[in-house]
Protein backbone atom coordinates (compact mmCIF):
# COMPACT_ATOMS: atom_id res chain seq x y z
CA UNK A 1 0.00 0.00 0.00
CA UNK A 2 1.27 3.36 -0.54
CA UNK A 3 0.45 6.88 0.87
CA UNK A 4 0.98 10.01 -1.24
CA UNK A 5 3.19 12.57 0.81
CA UNK A 6 0.69 15.69 2.42
CA UNK A 7 2.64 18.65 1.70
CA UNK A 8 3.29 20.95 4.42
CA UNK A 9 1.60 24.13 4.94
CA UNK A 10 3.14 27.28 6.45
CA UNK A 11 1.34 29.40 8.49
CA UNK A 12 0.91 32.18 6.02
CA UNK A 13 -0.75 29.27 3.61
CA UNK A 14 -2.85 27.64 6.25
CA UNK A 15 -4.45 31.31 7.43
CA UNK A 16 -4.89 32.19 3.24
CA UNK A 17 -6.81 29.02 3.14
CA UNK A 18 -8.70 29.88 6.29
CA UNK A 19 -9.62 32.96 5.26
CA UNK A 20 -11.21 31.92 2.41
CA UNK A 21 -13.15 29.17 3.68
CA UNK A 22 -14.77 31.95 6.36
CA UNK A 23 -15.36 34.37 3.67
CA UNK A 24 -16.82 32.47 0.74
CA UNK A 25 -20.72 32.54 1.61
CA UNK A 26 -20.13 36.32 2.15
CA UNK A 27 -18.02 36.80 -1.03
CA UNK A 28 -20.45 38.12 -3.80
CA UNK A 29 -21.02 36.94 -6.98
CA UNK A 30 -23.90 34.64 -8.80
CA UNK A 31 -23.70 30.83 -8.73
CA UNK A 32 -20.93 30.68 -12.06
CA UNK A 33 -18.49 33.32 -10.70
CA UNK A 34 -18.97 31.24 -6.80
CA UNK A 35 -17.76 28.18 -9.42
CA UNK A 36 -14.86 30.09 -10.74
CA UNK A 37 -13.84 31.18 -7.03
CA UNK A 38 -13.97 27.66 -6.07
CA UNK A 39 -11.68 26.49 -9.13
CA UNK A 40 -9.43 29.36 -8.06
CA UNK A 41 -8.88 28.52 -5.10
CA UNK A 42 -8.32 24.54 -5.40
CA UNK A 43 -5.50 25.99 -8.05
CA UNK A 44 -3.91 27.95 -4.94
CA UNK A 45 -4.57 25.43 -2.39
CA UNK A 46 -2.84 23.04 -4.51
CA UNK A 47 -0.23 24.65 -5.42
CA UNK A 48 0.22 27.15 -1.54
CA UNK A 49 2.35 30.46 -1.90
CA UNK A 50 4.86 30.22 -4.46
CA UNK A 51 9.08 29.21 -3.99
CA UNK A 52 12.02 29.38 -5.35
CA UNK A 53 11.77 26.02 -6.82
CA UNK A 54 8.87 26.74 -8.98
CA UNK A 55 10.78 28.65 -12.26
CA UNK A 56 8.82 31.35 -12.03
CA UNK A 57 9.51 32.36 -8.72
CA UNK A 58 12.90 31.49 -8.47
CA UNK A 59 14.27 34.91 -7.13
CA UNK A 60 11.11 36.29 -5.33
CA UNK A 61 10.53 33.45 -2.18
CA UNK A 62 7.11 34.63 -1.68
CA UNK A 63 6.85 31.26 0.84
CA UNK A 64 9.97 32.56 2.66
CA UNK A 65 8.75 36.55 2.37
CA UNK A 66 4.94 36.69 3.37
CA UNK A 67 5.69 33.87 7.03
CA UNK A 68 2.74 35.17 8.53
CA UNK A 69 -0.49 36.33 6.31
CA UNK A 70 -2.50 39.49 7.61
CA UNK A 71 -6.15 38.99 7.30
CA UNK A 72 -8.02 40.14 4.07
CA UNK A 73 -9.60 43.66 4.67
CA UNK A 74 -12.82 44.34 3.77
CA UNK A 75 -12.62 48.17 2.74
CA UNK A 76 -14.70 50.45 3.21
CA UNK A 77 -14.93 53.38 0.32
CA UNK A 78 -13.87 56.30 0.32
CA UNK A 79 -15.79 59.52 -0.91
CA UNK A 80 -15.51 59.38 -4.49
CA UNK A 81 -13.48 61.77 -6.52
CA UNK A 82 -14.03 64.02 -9.48
CA UNK A 83 -13.60 63.19 -13.22
CA UNK A 84 -11.91 59.73 -14.77
CA UNK A 85 -10.21 59.49 -11.17
CA UNK A 86 -11.19 55.92 -8.87
CA UNK A 87 -10.43 55.12 -5.87
CA UNK A 88 -9.58 51.72 -4.46
CA UNK A 89 -9.25 51.79 -0.84
CA UNK A 90 -8.15 48.42 0.63
CA UNK A 91 -9.61 46.69 -2.09
CA UNK A 92 -13.42 48.77 -2.16
CA UNK A 93 -13.81 50.95 -4.73
CA UNK A 94 -15.33 54.14 -5.30
CA UNK A 95 -16.85 55.47 -8.56
CA UNK A 96 -16.06 59.04 -9.90
CA UNK A 97 -18.91 61.98 -9.55
CA UNK A 98 -19.99 63.86 -12.65
CA UNK A 99 -20.19 63.37 -15.98
CA UNK A 100 -17.84 60.48 -17.80
CA UNK A 101 -16.74 61.14 -21.55
CA UNK A 102 -18.64 59.98 -23.91
CA UNK A 103 -18.40 56.59 -24.90
CA UNK A 104 -16.86 55.07 -21.09
CA UNK A 105 -19.11 53.25 -18.57
CA UNK A 106 -17.33 52.67 -15.18
CA UNK A 107 -18.92 50.13 -12.61
CA UNK A 108 -18.41 48.54 -8.97
CA UNK A 109 -16.78 45.13 -9.53
CA UNK A 110 -19.15 44.29 -6.41
CA UNK A 111 -21.93 45.33 -8.54
CA UNK A 112 -20.79 43.43 -11.81
CA UNK A 113 -20.08 40.03 -10.10
CA UNK A 114 -23.72 39.56 -8.70
CA UNK A 115 -25.38 40.84 -12.39
CA UNK A 116 -22.68 39.55 -14.81
CA UNK A 117 -23.55 37.66 -18.31
CA UNK A 118 -21.50 34.98 -18.97
CA UNK A 119 -19.56 37.23 -21.45
CA UNK A 120 -18.22 38.98 -18.18
CA UNK A 121 -17.24 36.54 -16.47
CA UNK A 122 -15.51 34.56 -19.17
CA UNK A 123 -13.81 38.07 -19.24
CA UNK A 124 -13.18 38.38 -15.87
CA UNK A 125 -11.57 34.97 -15.38
CA UNK A 126 -8.95 34.44 -18.32
CA UNK A 127 -7.36 31.51 -18.93
CA UNK A 128 -3.50 33.72 -19.22
CA UNK A 129 -1.71 33.32 -16.20
CA UNK A 130 -4.97 31.30 -14.60
CA UNK A 131 -2.14 28.41 -13.69
CA UNK A 132 -0.48 31.01 -11.39
CA UNK A 133 -0.60 30.50 -7.55
CA UNK A 134 -1.17 34.30 -6.87
CA UNK A 135 -3.38 34.92 -9.91
CA UNK A 136 -5.94 32.28 -8.70
CA UNK A 137 -5.77 33.53 -4.85
CA UNK A 138 -6.77 36.16 -6.44
CA UNK A 139 -9.32 35.30 -8.54
CA UNK A 140 -10.97 33.60 -5.26
CA UNK A 141 -10.64 36.59 -2.53
CA UNK A 142 -11.58 39.74 -4.72
CA UNK A 143 -14.30 41.21 -3.24
CA UNK A 144 -14.41 44.46 -5.34
CA UNK A 145 -12.90 46.46 -7.84
CA UNK A 146 -14.09 48.18 -11.34
CA UNK A 147 -14.91 47.21 -14.75
CA UNK A 148 -14.42 49.59 -17.37
CA UNK A 149 -15.92 49.37 -20.66
CA UNK A 150 -14.75 51.62 -23.38
CA UNK A 151 -16.89 51.89 -26.46
CA UNK A 152 -16.33 51.30 -30.35
CA UNK A 153 -14.25 54.05 -31.61
CA UNK A 154 -14.31 56.00 -28.33
CA UNK A 155 -11.26 58.33 -27.81
CA UNK A 156 -10.84 58.95 -23.79
CA UNK A 157 -8.63 61.95 -24.23
CA UNK A 158 -8.01 62.34 -20.51
CA UNK A 159 -5.89 59.20 -18.52
CA UNK A 160 -7.98 57.05 -16.27
CA UNK A 161 -6.59 57.03 -13.12
CA UNK A 162 -6.79 54.27 -10.59
CA UNK A 163 -5.68 55.11 -7.36
CA UNK A 164 -4.63 52.25 -5.06
CA UNK A 165 -4.52 53.19 -1.18
CA UNK A 166 -5.22 52.32 1.82
CA UNK A 167 -6.53 53.60 5.48
CA UNK A 168 -6.61 50.47 8.15
CA UNK A 169 -3.83 51.27 9.97
CA UNK A 170 -3.87 47.56 11.66
CA UNK A 171 -1.18 44.78 9.77
CA UNK A 172 -4.50 43.53 6.83
CA UNK A 173 -3.78 41.99 3.23
CA UNK A 174 -6.51 44.03 0.22
CA UNK A 175 -7.51 42.03 -2.55
CA UNK A 176 -8.82 43.77 -5.87
CA UNK A 177 -8.98 43.18 -9.63
CA UNK A 178 -10.18 45.49 -12.45
CA UNK A 179 -11.70 44.82 -15.70
CA UNK A 180 -11.10 46.78 -18.85
CA UNK A 181 -12.93 45.93 -22.29
CA UNK A 182 -11.93 48.06 -25.00
CA UNK A 183 -14.27 48.01 -28.30
CA UNK A 184 -12.43 48.15 -31.93
CA UNK A 185 -10.32 51.36 -32.73
CA UNK A 186 -11.02 52.83 -29.51
CA UNK A 187 -8.58 54.32 -26.95
CA UNK A 188 -7.55 55.21 -23.86
CA UNK A 189 -4.48 55.71 -21.19
CA UNK A 190 -4.83 54.03 -17.83
CA UNK A 191 -2.68 55.34 -15.04
CA UNK A 192 -2.06 52.52 -12.01
CA UNK A 193 -0.79 54.40 -8.97
CA UNK A 194 -0.26 52.67 -5.70
CA UNK A 195 0.77 53.61 -2.19
CA UNK A 196 0.11 52.26 1.27
CA UNK A 197 -0.45 53.41 4.81
CA UNK A 198 0.88 50.95 7.44
CA UNK A 199 1.40 46.98 7.32
CA UNK A 200 -0.27 46.06 4.12
CA UNK A 201 0.33 42.71 1.60
CA UNK A 202 -1.71 43.76 -1.57
CA UNK A 203 -3.07 41.27 -4.24
CA UNK A 204 -3.75 43.18 -7.05
CA UNK A 205 -4.72 42.52 -10.99
CA UNK A 206 -5.25 44.59 -14.08
CA UNK A 207 -7.23 42.19 -16.68
CA UNK A 208 -7.77 44.16 -20.12
CA UNK A 209 -8.98 43.02 -23.13
CA UNK A 210 -7.89 45.37 -26.26
CA UNK A 211 -10.38 45.15 -29.28
CA UNK A 212 -9.28 45.35 -32.77
CA UNK A 213 -7.73 48.88 -33.67
CA UNK A 214 -7.75 49.85 -30.70
CA UNK A 215 -5.13 51.53 -28.50
CA UNK A 216 -4.19 51.10 -24.84
CA UNK A 217 -1.46 53.07 -22.56
CA UNK A 218 -0.97 51.71 -19.28
CA UNK A 219 1.30 53.04 -17.11
CA UNK A 220 2.21 51.12 -13.44
CA UNK A 221 3.61 53.96 -10.63
CA UNK A 222 4.52 53.07 -7.27
CA UNK A 223 4.21 56.34 -5.20
CA UNK A 224 4.94 57.18 -1.36
CA UNK A 225 4.40 54.52 1.48
CA UNK A 226 4.18 51.23 -0.11
CA UNK A 227 2.86 47.84 0.67
CA UNK A 228 5.20 45.50 2.41
CA UNK A 229 4.54 42.65 0.09
CA UNK A 230 2.85 43.51 -3.63
CA UNK A 231 2.04 40.79 -5.96
CA UNK A 232 0.80 42.72 -9.30
CA UNK A 233 -1.38 41.16 -12.08
CA UNK A 234 -1.40 42.18 -15.54
CA UNK A 235 -3.41 40.28 -17.71
CA UNK A 236 -3.76 41.60 -21.58
CA UNK A 237 -4.96 40.16 -24.71
CA UNK A 238 -4.63 42.03 -28.41
CA UNK A 239 -7.15 41.62 -30.87
CA UNK A 240 -6.07 41.93 -34.30
CA UNK A 241 -3.94 45.23 -35.45
CA UNK A 242 -4.58 46.14 -31.65
CA UNK A 243 -1.93 47.98 -29.54
CA UNK A 244 -0.90 48.01 -26.13
CA UNK A 245 2.21 49.83 -24.37
CA UNK A 246 2.81 49.63 -21.02
CA UNK A 247 5.50 51.44 -18.73
CA UNK A 248 6.06 51.09 -14.80
CA UNK A 249 7.56 53.22 -12.43
CA UNK A 250 8.97 51.46 -9.68
CA UNK A 251 10.61 53.61 -6.80
CA UNK A 252 9.04 52.56 -3.43
CA UNK A 253 8.03 49.33 -1.48
CA UNK A 254 9.52 46.58 0.28
CA UNK A 255 8.67 43.62 -1.72
CA UNK A 256 6.94 44.03 -4.94
CA UNK A 257 6.54 41.03 -7.84
CA UNK A 258 5.02 42.17 -11.12
CA UNK A 259 3.91 39.50 -13.12
CA UNK A 260 2.72 40.08 -16.99
CA UNK A 261 0.44 38.01 -18.90
CA UNK A 262 0.44 39.34 -22.37
CA UNK A 263 -1.41 37.53 -25.34
CA UNK A 264 -1.18 38.76 -29.24
CA UNK A 265 -4.35 36.83 -30.30
CA UNK A 266 -4.84 38.94 -33.54
CA UNK A 267 -2.54 39.25 -36.45
CA UNK A 268 -0.71 42.67 -36.61
CA UNK A 269 -1.30 42.89 -32.81
CA UNK A 270 1.74 45.34 -31.64
CA UNK A 271 2.95 45.22 -27.28
CA UNK A 272 5.75 47.49 -25.94
CA UNK A 273 6.33 47.26 -22.12
CA UNK A 274 8.69 49.04 -20.51
CA UNK A 275 9.82 50.51 -17.17
CA UNK A 276 12.31 51.96 -15.17
CA UNK A 277 12.69 50.41 -11.11
CA UNK A 278 14.96 52.80 -8.80
CA UNK A 279 15.50 50.47 -5.67
CA UNK A 280 17.82 51.03 -2.38
CA UNK A 281 18.17 50.32 1.09
CA UNK A 282 17.02 46.41 1.02
CA UNK A 283 13.76 46.66 -1.55
CA UNK A 284 13.39 43.99 -3.81
CA UNK A 285 12.06 44.20 -6.64
CA UNK A 286 10.73 41.70 -9.15
CA UNK A 287 9.13 42.14 -13.12
CA UNK A 288 8.44 38.85 -15.27
CA UNK A 289 6.43 39.13 -17.88
CA UNK A 290 5.23 36.66 -20.53
CA UNK A 291 4.24 37.62 -24.19
CA UNK A 292 2.61 34.97 -26.60
CA UNK A 293 2.82 35.29 -29.85
CA UNK A 294 -0.15 33.13 -30.53
CA UNK A 295 -0.85 33.90 -34.78
CA UNK A 296 1.40 35.37 -37.27
CA UNK A 297 2.61 39.33 -37.78
CA UNK A 298 3.33 39.97 -34.41
CA UNK A 299 5.51 42.32 -33.10
CA UNK A 300 6.86 42.64 -29.42
CA UNK A 301 8.60 45.20 -27.79
CA UNK A 302 9.93 45.03 -24.22
CA UNK A 303 12.89 47.37 -22.59
CA UNK A 304 13.58 47.81 -18.40
CA UNK A 305 15.85 49.79 -16.79
CA UNK A 306 17.27 49.05 -13.33
CA UNK A 307 18.98 51.27 -11.20
CA UNK A 308 19.92 49.54 -7.89
CA UNK A 309 21.65 50.98 -4.89
CA UNK A 310 22.23 50.06 -1.31
CA UNK A 311 21.21 46.51 -0.70
CA UNK A 312 18.94 46.32 -2.67
CA UNK A 313 18.13 43.58 -5.68
CA UNK A 314 15.97 43.58 -8.92
CA UNK A 315 14.76 40.79 -11.02
CA UNK A 316 14.17 40.68 -14.84
CA UNK A 317 12.56 37.47 -16.34
CA UNK A 318 11.28 38.03 -19.41
CA UNK A 319 9.85 34.85 -21.75
CA UNK A 320 8.47 35.67 -25.78
CA UNK A 321 6.59 32.75 -26.89
CA UNK A 322 6.41 32.53 -30.62
CA UNK A 323 3.54 29.32 -31.31
CA UNK A 324 4.04 26.82 -34.56
CA UNK A 325 1.59 29.05 -36.99
CA UNK A 326 2.78 32.66 -35.73
CA UNK A 327 5.30 33.13 -38.55
CA UNK A 328 6.47 36.95 -39.33
CA UNK A 329 6.57 37.63 -36.04
CA UNK A 330 9.11 40.37 -34.73
CA UNK A 331 10.22 40.15 -31.10
CA UNK A 332 13.17 42.51 -29.54
CA UNK A 333 13.86 42.06 -25.36
CA UNK A 334 16.20 44.11 -23.10
CA UNK A 335 17.02 44.70 -19.93
CA UNK A 336 19.74 46.63 -18.81
CA UNK A 337 20.68 47.47 -14.99
CA UNK A 338 23.28 49.74 -12.82
CA UNK A 339 24.56 48.86 -9.89
CA UNK A 340 26.08 51.44 -7.41
CA UNK A 341 26.50 49.65 -4.47
CA UNK A 342 28.66 46.46 -4.10
CA UNK A 343 26.10 44.72 -1.80
CA UNK A 344 23.06 45.59 -4.61
CA UNK A 345 22.37 42.37 -6.44
CA UNK A 346 20.47 41.83 -10.40
CA UNK A 347 19.13 39.22 -11.20
CA UNK A 348 18.18 38.75 -15.65
CA UNK A 349 16.95 35.66 -16.95
CA UNK A 350 15.64 36.67 -20.41
CA UNK A 351 14.08 33.34 -22.38
CA UNK A 352 12.81 32.84 -26.16
CA UNK A 353 10.03 29.93 -27.00
CA UNK A 354 10.50 29.68 -30.98
CA UNK A 355 8.02 27.03 -32.28
CA UNK A 356 8.12 28.89 -35.99
CA UNK A 357 11.16 29.34 -38.86
CA UNK A 358 10.19 32.43 -40.18
CA UNK A 359 10.93 35.43 -37.15
CA UNK A 360 12.43 37.63 -36.51
CA UNK A 361 13.33 38.03 -32.15
CA UNK A 362 16.54 38.78 -30.50
CA UNK A 363 17.18 39.01 -26.38
CA UNK A 364 20.08 40.77 -24.37
CA UNK A 365 20.66 41.98 -20.60
CA UNK A 366 23.47 44.03 -19.28
CA UNK A 367 24.34 44.98 -15.91
CA UNK A 368 27.04 47.14 -15.25
CA UNK A 369 28.54 50.49 -13.17
CA UNK A 370 28.66 53.55 -13.67
CA UNK A 371 31.10 54.16 -15.96
CA UNK A 372 34.81 55.79 -14.36
CA UNK A 373 36.12 57.69 -17.43
CA UNK A 374 32.50 59.21 -18.02
CA UNK A 375 32.30 60.44 -14.58
CA UNK A 376 35.84 61.91 -15.13
CA UNK A 377 34.99 63.45 -18.07
CA UNK A 378 32.02 65.92 -16.37
CA UNK A 379 34.08 66.10 -13.20
CA UNK A 380 37.10 67.55 -14.89
CA UNK A 381 34.64 70.63 -15.89
CA UNK A 382 33.65 71.45 -12.14
CA UNK A 383 31.01 69.04 -11.95
CA UNK A 384 30.95 67.55 -8.69
CA UNK A 385 30.67 63.97 -8.13
CA UNK A 386 27.27 63.80 -6.68
CA UNK A 387 25.94 65.59 -9.68
CA UNK A 388 28.02 63.91 -12.66
CA UNK A 389 26.45 60.02 -10.97
CA UNK A 390 23.08 62.14 -10.87
CA UNK A 391 23.31 63.30 -14.65
CA UNK A 392 24.36 59.35 -15.80
CA UNK A 393 21.87 57.81 -14.32
CA UNK A 394 19.05 60.30 -15.08
CA UNK A 395 20.24 59.56 -18.82
CA UNK A 396 20.12 56.02 -18.14
CA UNK A 397 16.94 55.82 -17.13
CA UNK A 398 15.95 58.72 -19.44
CA UNK A 399 16.18 56.03 -22.53
CA UNK A 400 12.67 54.16 -21.45
CA UNK A 401 10.73 57.21 -19.79
CA UNK A 402 10.63 58.88 -23.45
CA UNK A 403 8.82 56.17 -24.73
CA UNK A 404 5.39 57.54 -22.34
CA UNK A 405 3.65 59.54 -25.25
CA UNK A 406 1.35 61.45 -22.54
CA UNK A 407 3.56 64.91 -22.42
CA UNK A 408 1.77 64.76 -18.21
CA UNK A 409 2.65 61.71 -17.31
CA UNK A 410 6.17 61.54 -18.37
CA UNK A 411 7.24 64.61 -16.92
CA UNK A 412 5.41 63.71 -13.44
CA UNK A 413 7.75 60.58 -13.68
CA UNK A 414 10.79 62.57 -14.73
CA UNK A 415 10.54 64.92 -11.68
CA UNK A 416 9.89 61.51 -9.07
CA UNK A 417 13.61 60.54 -10.73
CA UNK A 418 15.13 64.01 -10.00
CA UNK A 419 13.54 63.77 -6.68
CA UNK A 420 14.97 60.54 -5.88
CA UNK A 421 18.58 61.51 -7.33
CA UNK A 422 18.19 64.19 -4.52
CA UNK A 423 17.74 62.16 -2.08
CA UNK A 424 20.15 59.86 -2.82
CA UNK A 425 22.58 62.36 -3.04
CA UNK A 426 21.79 63.69 0.52
CA UNK A 427 22.38 60.79 2.08
Known sequence: MTTQPVPLRTPAETALADAYV???????????????????????HEKGLPHRRIEAWHYTDLRALMRE????????????????????????????????????????????????????????FPDQGSDDAMVAFNAAMMRDGVVIDIAEGAEIASPIEIIFTSQDQAPHGDVSRVLLRMGARAKATVHEVHSAKGKVQRHSALVAHVGEEAELS???????????????????????????????????????????????SGEYAKIA????????????????????????????????KHIVDDEAS?????????????QKTDGGMKSQALLLSGDAAMYNKPELEIFADDV????????????????????????????????????????????????????????SVAHWLAGRAKS
Open 360 to 415: VCGHGATVGQLDENQLFYLMARGIPRVEAEALMIEGFAREALEFIVQDEIREHLEA
Open 69 to 124: AYPVAVGTPLAPASGLRILISDGAASMPTGALPKGIKVSTLRDCLTNGTEAFIKSL
Open 273 to 304: MRGVSLLKGKQHADTTLVVDHAVPNGESRELF
Open 22 to 44: KASAALPGSDAVRGERARAYDRF
Open 218 to 264: HVFETRDAQPEVHVSSLIVDVAARGSFQSFAFVCAGDVLRRQLFVRG
Open 314 to 326: GVFQGKVIVRQHA
